[in-house]
């Protein structure tokens, strides 16, 4: 997502704005025009790349004589658009461009997640979430480790928050669960939080294990975010040294979702997965 990254909300309403404008069988330089706002303006309204005030979005629904259930859902997410996510408070530690992630994981329905050598962030224990991020920035202050194990561990309630908590499917490599992130007494406790974890209605782990050989996501881990808004599409989510790439493209997120689903269908199944864990868990010394 190059230039100025939008956030979910502004996404979000981005994609009913442009609905509604095609519904109403507006182009955009008519839609522009019955509004009293520029092309550029529209066009970063619909992308969801411009600060959204309550005025653009009244004159946008009169052009398109939206009814009053209508207009009522529309501005509530024009409000929502601009709402500060709980991340927010953690800006003085929060990675480049990372609340862009934090706000569309915040928004999402599920996670089809793959992982090749670390615990996902929702499944880890704090021991493990510190010695991890240790390990990645051995002179980091401890203040600031501190607080970087805050945001991760905030993350988690995504998963056993009351309403709507986020559906997760996870794979991951037999690498994951061997390597002993924190020694041995650390790692047991976060492979006990896995299997705890997998109880949850809401997730699923599966292990790929290493005698699987080659497979279709060598390359590493990704994510793909599904959204429970028929205006959101699926969108992929890579993190890597070059920084975070949001793969959108229907062609792109069909390539990632055919790749999870060769993924899940080689990984152990739920609950073989789980007794691997066990095992890998009795081994730990």
Same mark, same amino acid.
């Given at each position: 997502?190059?230039?100025?990254?939008?956030?979910?909300?502004?996404?979000?309403?981005? =994609?009913?704005?442009?609905?509604?404008?095609?519904?109403?069988?507006?182009?955009?330089?008519?839609?522009?025009?019955?509004?009293?706002?520029?092309?550029?303006?529209?066009?970063?309204?619909?992308?969801?790349?411009?600060?959204?005030?309550?005025? +653009?979005?009244?004159?946008? !629904?009169?052009?398109?004589?939206?009814?009053?259930? @209508?207009?009522?859902?529309?501005?509530?997410?024009?409000?929502?658009?601009? $709402? &500060?996510?709980?991340?927010?408070?953690?800006?003085?530690?929060?990675?480049?461009?990372?609340?862009?992630?934090?706000?569309?994981?915040?928004?999402?329905?599920?996670? !089809?997640?793959?992982?090749?050598?670390?615990?996902?962030?929702?499944?880890? %224990? #704090?021991?493990?979430? &510190?010695?991890?991020?240790?390990?990645? +920035?051995? =002179?980091?202050?401890?203040?600031?480790? #501190?607080? !970087?194990?805050?945001?991760?561990?905030?993350?988690?309630?995504?998963?056993?928050?009351? +309403?709507?908590?986020?559906?997760?499917?996870?794979?991951? +490599?037999?690498?994951?669960?061997?390597?002993?992130?924190?020694? *041995?007494?650390?790692?047991?406790?976060?492979?006990? /939080?896995?299997?705890?974890?997998?109880?949850? *209605?809401?997730?699923?782990?599966?292990?790929?294990?290493?005698?699987?050989?080659? $497979?279709?996501?060598?390359?590493?881990?990704? @994510?793909?975010?599904?959204?429970?808004?028929? %205006?959101?599409?699926?969108?992929?989510?890579?993190?890597?040294?070059?920084?975070?790439?949001?793969?959108?493209?229907?062609?792109?997120?069909?390539?990632?979702?055919? /790749?999870?689903?060769?993924?899940?269908?080689?990984?152990?199944?739920?609950?073989?997965?789980?007794?691997?864990? &066990?095992?890998?868990?009795? #081994?730990?010394?």
């Amino acid at each position: 997502m190059p230039g100025v990254t939008p956030t979910m909300g502004r996404r979000r309403l981005g =994609g009913v704005l442009k609905s509604l404008r095609l519904g109403a069988g507006l182009s955009n330089e008519q839609a522009r025009q019955r509004a009293g706002m520029s092309t550029a303006k529209l066009s970063r309204l619909e992308t969801g790349h411009n600060v959204v005030a309550q005025k +653009d979005i009244r004159a946008l !629904l009169d052009a398109y004589n939206a009814d009053g259930q @209508t207009r009522d859902k529309v501005l509530r997410l024009a409000q929502l658009a601009e $709402h &500060r996510g709980w991340w927010q408070e953690f800006d003085d530690v929060l990675p480049a461009d990372f609340d862009l992630y934090l706000s569309v994981e915040e928004a999402a329905a599920s996670l !089809l997640v793959f992982q090749t050598s670390v615990v996902h962030g929702l499944l880890q %224990t #704090e021991d493990y979430a &510190r010695a991890w991020h240790r390990a990645e +920035d051995p =002179g980091r202050p401890n203040a600031e480790l #501190e607080r !970087l194990v805050g945001l991760r561990m905030a993350r988690k309630q995504a998963l056993v928050r009351k +309403d709507e908590p986020l559906t997760m499917w996870a794979v991951l +490599d037999e690498a994951v669960v061997r390597r002993k992130v924190g020694g *041995p007494d650390v790692m047991r406790a976060q492979l006990e /939080h896995l299997l705890s974890m997998s109880e949850q *209605p809401n997730v699923t782990i599966q292990i790929l294990p290493f005698e699987v050989g080659a $497979h279709v996501a060598a390359s590493g881990s990704f @994510t793909l975010v599904e959204f429970a808004e028929p %205006t959101d599409p699926e969108i992929g989510y890579v993190d890597c040294a070059a920084g975070n790439v949001y793969p959108e493209k229907p062609a792109q997120v069909r390539r990632m979702k055919t /790749h999870f689903h060769h993924l899940t269908s080689s990984a152990l199944p739920a609950i073989k997965s789980l007794s691997f864990i &066990r095992k890998v868990q009795k #081994e730990l010394t």
